[in-house]
């Protein structure tokens, strides 16, 4: 089993930054891709980022791209998203997940076995 807990959401004014740290615990997590998602009131679950476990690939949809940045650190078993230029339609909460799947990007939050509880994220205009 693994667990995933998220922090770093708050309360920005848009145009701001926030970086989300997402450290995982339990069983080994070497070989895990990881998701950040974002779920915003009434709306889907959707995507911001994913990395696989080497760093080597990553993903960021459209709406993300160039804004937002997924990095790790795996000697903490730390994933981070780094969100800059933000704005109100980023506010949501944020969750990372985890797939047990060595070099996989992953799209959907189906495909993933392991989430985090979520943190809220704000952007005031």
């Known amino acids: 089993q693994v667990q995933l807990v998220e922090s770093g959401g708050g309360l920005v004014q848009a145009g701001g930054s926030l970086r989300l740290s997402c450290a995982a615990s339990?069983?080994?997590?070497?070989?895990?891709?990881i998701g950040w998602f974002r779920q915003a009131p009434g709306k889907e679950r959707e995507i911001v980022a994913a990395?696989?476990?080497?760093?080597?690939?990553?993903y960021y949809p459209d709406s993300v791209k160039g804004r937002f940045s997924i990095s790790k650190d795996n000697g903490k078993n730390t994933v981070y998203l780094q969100m800059n230029s933000l704005k109100s339609e980023d506010t949501a909460v944020y969750y990372c997940?985890?797939?047990?799947?060595?070099?996989?990007?992953?799209?959907?939050?189906?495909?993933?076995?392991?989430w985090g509880q979520g943190t809220q994220v704000t952007v005031s205009s």
């Open positions: 997940a985890a797939a047990n799947c060595l070099g996989c990007i992953f799209k959907t939050s189906r495909q993933y076995s392991y």
């Open positions: 990395i696989t476990w080497s760093g080597a690939n990553t």
């Open positions: 339990g069983r080994p997590f070497s070989g895990y891709s």
